[in-house]
């Protein structure tokens, strides 16, 4: 594609804007507009259609959050976008029994607001609160804590509220197809081949192709057969949840006297079989929840081995029987849905196309970074077409080189928490592990001196999810930490071996008394 001089706005883009405009804010009928009208509007009708038709063509696979971010980032480009869903519509009062919690960090907020997102539908989660149980009836609940504006909000939703907002900003621009699922990708020829809901085959051909279509990408399988040193890690984790819906508030344990107060609550019990409870208002007057184990603790509730009663007792005894009641119901031929794995790829762009969100970076809910880390990166792309004038295919090259190492740090950090929160990848004495505690133990230590010691800031690992601390920053302060904690350990090594071998020398110099018998 042609690069554009620097400041310029792509013709296509200014030619449809100003028709659009026009043709929205004339208030005329048909019948009364002039034969002069007619005409102007005819003629400017073609020009139009020869204009998007010189549009760069855009396809995304995949209608989440990150695939629409990606598609209304592109269209402030002036790309004419096409998305394919092999799932059906969203509507904006779905509810999924397999729902997942997104918590809208300030990275996440950004990328948002920059798009021209109104997040005004978006629920603000005013609290949360953390508590640890023993697995036999003892809770130690922490304090309800500010949340600091973070918005929470179930997946389902995220993806419908997206949806209704990239028909707002774009309706010219961006097509939406449901139920369209993706057979074959050229990248040399740019083409991808698609069939609709009543197995109407299609092909359409493309200037950039975004796969967006989540931890099982079939674009990123595609890329991987069509460049054979792409290499693809993928951690998997085995960490399942189940959803449930529509419980009512119980008073002593979860009152909402504001429908729009936001209180997010997670007891969990490290002790085998682990097993969290995560609650939250949805927003109408109830509480939706939900249960993360492993596969064969879910199956096992499902299946009747245990109750429900048996396993919420283990994680909080407190739990109103009415919910226990409602649980049980709904956890009968429930299927446990896996929340998900650490994924990292060499490589993330191909001939024409480039990978966005879990496709490209998959990463467990553990520390709430999947959905931030995923529309933020849709940001970065569209701001990286920007600054390439429109050649989208310099502009995909620009996104990696710049985006990839934070990614690979992502994976890292990800992998440095799950120790954290009970086992893992190596369990609790493996590197990663040891990083995250020397670093933490660091700063803490730091925060408890007294005077100007104390306030020189807390650990780097507490701005993850923030919009300007990149990851591969927050990994260097990691390996930083742990290299001073290991030159404090060498040191006090030594130091102990030289006291310790002074100390021989000395009482080895001190001259034996012996007693003799008379």
Not at 116 to 145: F, H, I, N
Request: proline share 5%; glycine share 8%.
């Amino acid at each position: 594609m042609r690069a554009l001089k620097p400041g310029s706005r792509p013709p296509w883009a200014s030619s449809a804007a100003v028709f659009t405009a026009m043709k929205h804010s004339t208030t005329m009928t048909q019948s009364h507009k002039s034969a002069e009208e007619e005409v102007f509007f005819a003629s400017q009708a073609r020009k139009v259609a020869s204009c998007q038709s010189k549009m760069p063509k855009v396809v995304v696979i995949g209608a989440g959050p990150a695939g629409i971010m990606s598609a209304i980032y592109l269209a402030k480009q002036g790309c004419s976008i096409s998305v394919l869903e092999k799932r059906e519509a969203p509507s904006a009062d779905y509810v999924s029994q397999r729902t997942v919690m997104y918590v809208v960090k300030g990275c996440g907020q950004a990328a948002l607001s920059e798009a021209g997102v109104e997040q005004t539908g978006l629920r603000k989660m005013d609290r949360s609160s953390w508590s640890l149980s023993d697995g036999k009836g003892k809770v130690a609940r922490g304090p309800e804590r500010p949340a600091k504006g973070d918005l929470m909000v179930e997946r389902a939703t995220l993806a419908a509220f997206m949806l209704q907002e990239a028909v707002r900003l774009h309706p010219d621009l961006i097509t939406f197809h449901f139920s369209a699922s993706t057979s074959n990708i050229n990248f040399e020829d740019r083409t991808v081949t698609w069939s609709d809901a009543n197995g109407h085959a299609h092909s359409q051909r493309f200037n950039l192709l975004v796969g967006a279509d989540g931890r099982h990408s079939y674009v990123r399988q595609c890329m991987q057969a069509h460049n054979a040193k792409m290499k693809v890690t993928v951690v998997p984790a085995d960490s399942w949840h189940l959803a449930f819906l529509g419980l009512q508030p119980q008073e002593g344990y979860w009152e909402l006297s504001n429908k729009e107060r936001t209180v997010a609550r997670m007891t969990t019990t490290f002790q085998p079989p682990k097993l969290s409870a995560l609650f939250w208002p949805n927003g109408k007057g109830e509480v939706s929840g939900s249960m993360t184990s492993t596969q064969e603790n879910l199956l096992d509730l499902t299946n009747g081995t245990i109750t429900a009663e048996e396993a919420l007792q283990r994680v909080d005894p407190d739990i109103p029987q009415p919910w226990v009641q409602k649980i049980a119901e709904q956890a009968k031929g429930l299927r446990p849905s896996c929340v998900g794995a650490t994924t990292k790829c060499s490589t993330i762009i191909a001939p024409g196309a480039v990978l966005i969100g879990d496709s490209a970076h998959s990463v467990r809910p553990t520390l709430g970074l999947g959905c931030n880390t995923a529309l933020q990166s849709a940001q970065l792309l569209g701001q990286a077409v920007e600054r390439c004038d429109g050649d989208l295919d310099a502009a995909v090259v620009l996104y990696e080189r710049e985006r990839l190492p934070d990614l690979h740090a992502l994976y890292n950090l990800d992998i440095t928490a799950i120790p954290r929160l009970g086992g893992g990848y190596g369990g609790k004495w493996n590197y990663h592990h040891l990083l995250w505690r020397w670093h933490l133990a660091l700063w803490n230590g730091l925060a408890k001196l007294p005077g100007p010691l104390g306030a020189v800031g807390g650990p780097e690992w507490n701005a993850l999810g923030s919009q300007d601390v990149p990851y591969r920053k927050i990994w260097r302060a990691l390996h930083r930490d742990s290299a001073f904690a290991i030159v404090c350990i060498a040191a006090s090594a030594v130091l102990l071996g030289s006291v310790g071998q002074c100390w021989l020398m000395r009482s080895g110099s001190k001259p034996v008394s012996r007693r003799t018998s008379p």
